[in-house]
């Protein structure tokens, strides 16, 4: 599973990095993703788009 996010979307708020923080992070004003998203990290970073309030992150 890989996370994609919109950072056009994306307003920083950090939701995102703290749900999932193995896979998000939030080097500045807007989120990144850190890599493919490890074994067993799949529920967090689905968590993470779902509470998004832009709903910029897509996990695929």
Not at 29 to 54: L, R, S
């Amino acid at each position: 599973m890989k996370a994609v996010i919109d950072a056009n979307s994306c307003i920083g708020c950090g939701l995102c990095a703290s749900d999932c923080p193995e896979v998000f992070e939030m080097p500045a004003d807007k989120a990144i993703v850190k890599g493919p998203v490890p074994a067993g990290k799949e529920d967090a970073c689905k968590t993470a788009a779902a509470n998004c309030p832009v709903q910029c992150i897509k996990c695929e």
